[in-house]
């Protein structure tokens, strides 16, 4: 420990006050191949990591016109722009995309300093995922994980994601999702939790952040203090969540004091509003929440990282740069600057400006950085600046025990919730329509993983199914065609997919056909119906959910569908049970040493 302590302290000193604030920077970089706006970010801003988003060509999730410009002065030279379109990345192999990463690396290690990046993703299972080229092995939705009732197999899922991760050149990801989902109508968070009980919460978050660091990979438990109970987006306006520290004590914070007891390494702090902790911002740019409440009277001594500062609860208010500067002088060690835009240089250059004129002590800015590289030190980064044997990148993929794993987290996260019309296993001697989404969030769109898959799975072997495609999320013409199409032909069971995710509008066809009486089943991934349209629709006659939108979990569907395997999965969550199903017997490891105990 003294070694590593010298070693960082020795390294802090050795740096310029613009390599420290580079440190506690992550930018974004979108698709597969390296532009001169992320080299720069690397060379002449010093950043400290890179988040990865390979599907598409550039990141703009939000407008830049909303964020506000800042008047920087005489003698502010701009940094460069990714001036880029929409549309897919181009496709690189396992091999090729960590070969990548180890040039960017390359391109830290030649820095005055030679300080390694860290890699980072979301990989959190179902449709929230960011590597999934070249065979990837995919897992199920958090909640998809407790519907199985097994937290030790939450712990081997989280060691096999990270497995992958790590062979490719990954060493950190933002999960797990911690939040309580106490608001059915939740669009941001819904299946991306564990379950709306914090206790539950708490004992699959643990058993994943064991795994993770297991597997040589950084944890970020998130989104803290809580996002569970909104009705709002946070990427898009700023949710408010006014309720007494009592109720925030035993919900929103519990699962983060569990995991602060078992050593998480990160904790990413919320857009959000919390009036009862701080009525006067929001807290990510909040002293009395992110220093005052999380370090201090919690007493998490590890990283504290932003979500993404470009989300639409902030930028509205103070413009980029200002935001990430307060979020700096509140209390975060890392800011995560995800948006490929023009005001990545205002944003180095006024936080840098902060520290000169005393808004930010220097010598805070001393400690995050030793957080900072002490982290990157722990985790092995020093050792060939992080880079990877590309050879060796898709060898996890084939490891028996990621694919078994798989495997079972499949058949756990699947459940026939409900069949009036008593349709399962399918006979396929009738006339069967197939209206399948085409699932195109975040697909390489390759033989292991492409958007039409389900369809191609069904198909298989049953050459009468017939099977019409629509769009993931809403548009006129597909609400048209379908139910023209269906209106046209008679069927004696429709098979129809509800699938939803938070970046696409929900459909409404599907609502219309159960309205209409017709003989459907209806497939979704997350047992919450999201204003009565996406996700499960309870008066469905009959309803399979598989919480599990990866190429093992749409092979697991069909075969339950097919009846050549038992779904093992039950209802996951506890206070929201419009179908009155049994619920997962999950009893944590806390409540069964009590119960031993009476």
């Avoid at 801003?45 to 999730?61: D, E, K, Q």
């Avoid at 989280?158 to 797990?176: E, F, N, T, W, Y």
């Avoid at 399948?436 to 389900?454: A, C, R």
């Avoid at 399979?544 to 009846?563: H, I, K, T």
Wanted: with cysteine.
């Amino acid at each position: 420990m003294k070694d590593k302590q010298t070693f960082v302290q020795n390294l802090v000193r050795s740096m310029t006050l613009e390599e420290k604030v580079g440190q506690c920077i992550v930018v974004g970089m979108s698709g597969t191949v390296p532009t001169n706006d992320l080299r720069e970010a690397i060379t002449r801003y010093h950043c400290g990591g890179i988040r990865l988003s390979p599907f598409v060509r550039i990141f703009r999730y939000f407008s830049d016109s909303r964020a506000k410009s800042i008047d920087m002065g005489p003698g502010f030279i701009p940094s460069m722009q990714k001036m880029a379109h929409q549309g897919p990345a181009p496709y690189l192999s396992p091999e090729e995309y960590a070969e990548m990463l180890n040039g960017l690396r390359e391109l830290a290690a030649n820095r005055r300093v030679p300080i390694p990046l860290h890699m980072v993703v979301d990989q959190e299972g179902d449709a929230s995922k960011d590597y999934t080229r070249g065979g990837v092995v995919q897992f199920p939705s958090s909640m998809g994980l407790v519907a199985g009732g097994d937290p030790e197999l939450a712990y081997d899922v989280a060691r096999a994601v990270a497995r992958q991760l790590k062979a490719a050149g990954l060493d950190m990801i933002h999960s797990p999702v911690v939040d309580v989902n106490i608001n059915p109508q939740n669009p941001e968070i819904g299946n991306r939790a564990f379950s709306d009980d914090p206790e539950v919460v708490a004992e699959y978050a643990e058993a994943m952040v064991r795994g993770f660091k297991e597997e040589g990979v950084i944890a970020a438990a998130k989104h803290f203090p809580g996002r569970g109970d909104s009705a709002v987006d946070a990427h898009h306006d700023c949710p408010t969540l006014d309720v007494d520290r009592s109720r925030l004590e035993n919900i929103e914070l519990l699962p983060y004091k569990r995991l602060i007891e078992a050593d998480v390494d990160s904790i990413m702090i919320a857009h959000c509003i919390y009036p009862q902790l701080d009525p006067d911002n929001i807290s990510s740019v909040s002293r009395k929440i992110i220093t005052g409440l999380l370090r201090e009277e919690m007493g998490f001594k590890g990283l504290i990282t932003t979500d993404s500062m470009t989300m639409g609860a902030l930028i509205d208010k103070f413009g980029t740069a200002e935001a990430c500067a307060r979020s700096l002088a509140a209390g975060s060690d890392v800011i995560l600057m995800k948006a490929e835009n023009k005001w990545r240089g205002e944003m180095f250059e006024l936080c840098t400006r902060w520290v000169k004129e005393g808004r930010i002590p220097e010598t805070e800015i001393d400690a995050k950085v030793e957080r900072i590289l002490s982290l990157k030190y722990d985790y092995g980064l020093f050792e060939k600046m992080g880079k990877v044997n590309p050879a060796q990148a898709a060898e996890p993929f084939r490891d028996s025990f990621v694919v078994d794993t798989a495997e079972k987290a499949a058949q756990n996260a699947i459940l026939i919730a409900k069949d009036e019309l008593k349709a399962l296993p399918l006979n396929r001697s009738k006339k069967v329509l197939l209206i399948n989404q085409l699932n195109s969030i975040k697909t390489p769109n390759d033989k292991f993983d492409h958007p039409s898959m389900f369809q191609e799975l069904m198909e298989e072997g049953w050459p009468e199914l017939e099977t019409l495609e629509t769009d993931f999320g809403h548009n006129d013409a597909d609400e048209t065609t379908v139910l023209n199409w269906v209106k046209a032909n008679k069927y004696d069971l429709i098979l129809c997919t509800n699938f939803y995710d938070r970046s696409h509008k929900a459909l409404k066809y599907p609502r219309a056909l159960i309205e209409q009486g017709l003989p459907v089943v209806l497939i979704t991934n997350t047992p919450y119906s999201i204003q009565g349209l996406g996700g499960m629709i309870p008066e469905a006659p009959s309803i399979v959910l598989d919480m599990n939108l990866s190429p093992q979990g749409l092979r697991m569907l069909r075969d339950v569908l097919l009846g050549t395997r038992n779904p093992k999965g039950s209802w996951p969550i506890s206070n929201y049970n419009p179908l009155r199903l049994p619920i997962v017997q999950a009893k944590t490891q806390r409540a069964q040493v009590a119960e031993v105990a009476r």
